[in-house]
């Protein structure tokens, strides 16, 4: 069989990385189009990576027979749609995370994929990331036993800007919408409950906004297992993105990435780097190893590991978290 | 001034690790009598610490002029009327943690110490750890600038017998108690309000005699820090006790304490020591220095750091987690 | 300016490495054509990073003028003849390491490079990992002070087929040449005494065929600082590479890269991931990255960090290694 | 039987750690007499730790016929003197390390021990370290197949004065002596032969009095293994002793034990605790070990683990040390 044909959609900066990834490091991958409401942006992402085509025309995109695949990289709001118009022309579907903030989007989104029977697979980073599938890997062959506590920290840099955030859904919907999906995979398990804390100790902006920047949400799971998770939006010494499940036979442990194994003794005592920057630098090989999971799905035919359903839940997560703020109660979650 | 004289009240394990210490690691300091309602563990501590006197009749401690201080290891349920009928005969108490379980008890016991004006201290091991004061040095000095989220893990080794389960108070009072301490002490400031999630996953039979076994608890200060406690009644690869405070200019965090150095690489990877095997091991040097500030205390006639309201105020953190579980909905910290 | 074109010349498993790296990870590169003695091997190099010619024909591609620099990683009895070749027809060079084992070839090649005028590069990979790179630059800022001592550690996981063994040159030209090199950079400075100590604990395979598989190398510089390196043909847990430099104020210390950051508690305490596996795991971001510098040096026109005399230097190191072993006695090192 | 009656012989620093260990910290022993040519140091010592008698006429504690055994910790020049008359006077010895610098003088003390039939132990911490054991019976227990390559990092923190420096014996007497008596235990074999590469890096005054400061030692061992050790006078980040045992299947290392456990991550990166300060500090369970090991022995009537072979054979790989570095070749080490 030959290549399979991308067209990657949005080429800002996760969309560039995507194009990229596709085209040089993917084995039996090409991008044939970027599609950009910018043109220039398309433009220069497609010379980069030598793609055929580059359009601010998306329709055109989806129009043309010879593109076997889109990955989705816009912005959030555009996601649910461009997951049903891509359906609809019958080309396999990657998209980032997540796929809306609204369940009757996604699910009408997700119903256009299951009617066109394409494939589709949503961009759950760290579910990629060699570290966290190795730590997967062990909970799910049984190398702590059975799973009874999970901590999850996961703090950026610094927030993104106030423009960003006015649209991002909050900080339950875009930051820990990554957490709540890792507290559903690692477990292998769903959460049941849950309770949220919240505070604005990073920016007063984001308060302004509406926003929090600071939370803790405790889980309980359907086996019992209990769970919590910690986020900030600004620790200063890095992206700080750890996992730990505790069980009846052990822990495994995820730790940060460092950009180097140096240490430096002096009269201080010891120093070492602080975490990789961000999630473009964190998971830069989980960024390759999806697509080449897409890919690989997309030549034999078979349905990607982090699917519609996966793509759903987490969201639900999000909603019960920002309702359980609201009303100051733990809550069940919805199914 | 001479040697501070001081009577062991319980010659039990962590009795018999504070005669030690304080006969033989404490400068200042002796040992002139233990009392047990066991003659021949009082007799068989006072050997090996060659103290004059053993006895079985505590009241005997307490009339005898020439001590001046008693340090109370007793059963938890005999630590309010021990520190009364101390603090009645003028001796200067150091006492276990906790004071009781009740409020009232706690109350009257503080009420003898006042009205005696005799020194009091009671014995949370952490707040000794040189990396827990290390620690909290940081945080107090400003290192981490403001703190806004907290981290405790507290795990167990192994349940402890469940006769033991049963006068226990219940797992947050003994148990989490140590956590409620530190997350005081650690942030400098109080718990305003808790959640409490709890499981029954290590053993059967704690359900049984009423009590649960897995905790998540989480916490929101009065300067809108929040935090998170997990416990567990037993980890299997040993006494994981670790804590971190997040804030707006760095982190800390105290790790476990290996019995070795020893690293160990072969074909599977690189083995590490777990950590040591539980608290008198890893309290170790906590235990000394808690002995060496009270007898300096009572050298200098000043009030050692950890007294009765430090003493007081975990426990109404453990009432607020239990009602909150048994209300199943976040709590307020009475005062 | 355009791309820089390059020709891969040997389509072995570095080669592929540094086809695929010059055509998907360098920007301002690609790879026009691929030449292996195996006609095979150069079609299906060449097939896989898209480029336009493969050849068993070498002098094809020095004569194509278009191409506007060779990367040299054919087997090393033909580095010192290529180069010289390449050079003669004006093309730059980056060449696999060593140049040669034998010192007048080394010369040789330098020399026509200089008559040449084109620009020259000796991969050794080290000099381009993050790690390498950032502890070097913290001894080039004085932040160790004085340099006075270093240790390297270089370990393989597993001994090189044993026909590669008997053309290798020897342990201390095909394995320390890296240390050498190392040694020179990291510490800033010339070797000017060493001894060697040698062993074969490894497989007696490798003493019939005349090389040693263990060696402990005692380096003095120039400065009067000094130097140790250990090496063995076999480290069951994986490859080894570790390098410290202790000064008058510090010390830094470069550790081995894990393929994850897992780490895994249970009842015999903790384990974590070894090191990658070798070379092309552990360097490929430096094979990466010195792939970049080359090309950036040629499309600037400037001289490569790591030119011909940093090529020659090691051989010389090696060469006094194994006369120190021949004469048990320490060593000069020619220059 | 009753406790081990010991007399402390030498009050100065390392004396009193010793008197104090043997006082409160080993059952089954009590400091009966305290011994210093200054008797005001005797005195103060004996105070501390509660011993009856104390004197500067050490003739007078050989003549107690209640003391059992004597603990030496006086000057390395009187060691080997005091040794053979405490032999003569029947009472069993503990020596601090070296036993004395001439082997003569060796061989002269340990014959008295021998005719006496009194039992000895030299006292050479590392062996009685937790770390350094458990990394012992490792190597002993096969973990790390046979032992090919030792690696010794040994760095005190600071030089002793130039007054101690002038009566050492020269570093690798007093300082690389315990790294030799690691060198044979560790890997339970004795070195044939060594070269010693030297340098005056840190202090100009050490030159001055005929010492070295900074030196890397390598080994060649009868089995064919390979080692080295590096030694500095003054790390300026803390003591820093780590060793490293490499074999067939597998490597053990023992690492620097911090003062804390306490990590701190802030703009820079991560920081933690050096190495404890320097021997006292880092071997403080490991003298309370080897008196306790001492003890037990005198008890059971049983020799000690590290005896008269034990203390002399460094001497002479340190004797080889410093040949090594006067005729600048490798030297066959005498027995």
Not at 5 to 20: D, N
Not at 157 to 182: Q, R
Request: proline share 4%; glycine share 8%; with cysteine.
């Amino acid at each position: 069989m030959g290549n399979v044909r991308l067209a990657v959609i949005g080429a800002g900066r996760i969309g560039r990385v995507h194009a990229e990834n596709a085209s040089f490091r993917v084995p039996g991958a090409e991008v044939v189009a970027v599609a950009d409401v910018m043109r220039s942006a398309a433009e220069a992402c497609a010379a980069r990576v030598r793609a055929q085509k580059a359009t601010d025309r998306i329709e055109e995109v989806l129009a043309d027979h010879s593109v076997d695949a889109v990955v989705i990289a816009s912005s959030t709001d555009t996601h649910a749609r461009l997951i049903a118009e891509a359906a609809r022309s019958g080309k396999h579907v990657f998209c980032e995370k997540p796929i809306d903030l609204d369940l009757e989007k996604i699910d009408a989104a997700i119903a256009e994929v299951k009617r066109a029977g394409v494939l589709f697979q949503v961009g759950f980073n760290r579910r990629f990331d060699p570290s966290f599938q190795k730590a997967r890997e062990l909970v799910q062959a049984g190398k702590v036993g059975e799973p009874q506590l999970l901590r999850i920290t996961s703090r950026d840099p610094k927030p993104p800007p106030i423009d960003y955030v006015k649209v991002s859904g909050g900080l339950f919907a875009d930051m820990t919408i990554h957490d709540f999906d890792v507290a559903r995979w690692m477990m292998g398990d769903e959460v049941e409950e849950l309770f949220a804390f919240s505070g604005n100790l990073v920016d007063p902006a984001i308060r302004e906004v509406g926003d929090i920047d600071t939370a803790v949400v405790s889980l309980r799971y359907g086996s019992g297992a209990l769970g919590s998770i910690d986020n900030s939006r600004r620790a200063v010494y890095g992206y700080d993105v750890r996992v730990e499940v505790f069980g009846s036979d052990g822990v495994v442990q995820v730790g940060n990435l460092p950009p180097s194994t140096v240490t430096v003794g002096g009269v201080g005592g010891y120093r070492s780097d602080g975490p990789l920057f961000w999630f473009i630098e964190r998971f830069e090989q989980a960024y390759v190893n999806e697509l080449r999971h897409f890919v690989d799905c997309v030549s034999k035919g078979i349905a990607p590991s982090v699917g519609a359903a996966d793509g759903r839940a987490p969201v639900l997560l999000a909603r019960a978290a920002s309702r359980s703020l609201a009303e100051r109660r733990p809550l069940k979650v919805e199914r």
